[in-house]
């Protein structure tokens, strides 16, 4: 409940999804270290995982009020942070 209440109240949310036994997960950690996220294992939130069909980890989800954004891999998750940087 606590978790609902505290994404709800940001209107731009970033979820790495991973799991435990993904080989490229913490390649994306590290990459994502200078950003706010909200780390998710994908087969402990299910909800969450069906909710921004996430099908493979490490995947980035960015969600606004309007849209959802999803990098799937590390090369897709450097390009976002590559592009991140660039703004």
Do not use: W
Not at 35 to 42: C, G, H, P
């Amino acid at each position: 409940l606590l978790f609902n209440s505290l994404i709800s109240a940001f209107s731009f949310l970033k979820y790495l999804f991973t799991t435990k036994t993904c080989p490229n997960c913490n390649m994306a950690k590290e990459l994502l270290k200078d950003t706010a996220y909200v780390l998710i294992d994908a087969e402990e939130n299910m909800e969450l995982t069906r909710k921004y069909g996430v099908m493979q980890a490490p995947t980035l989800v960015v969600a606004t009020d309007d849209a959802v954004k999803k990098y799937v891999n590390v090369s897709n998750i450097t390009k976002y942070v590559e592009d991140s940087k660039a703004v």
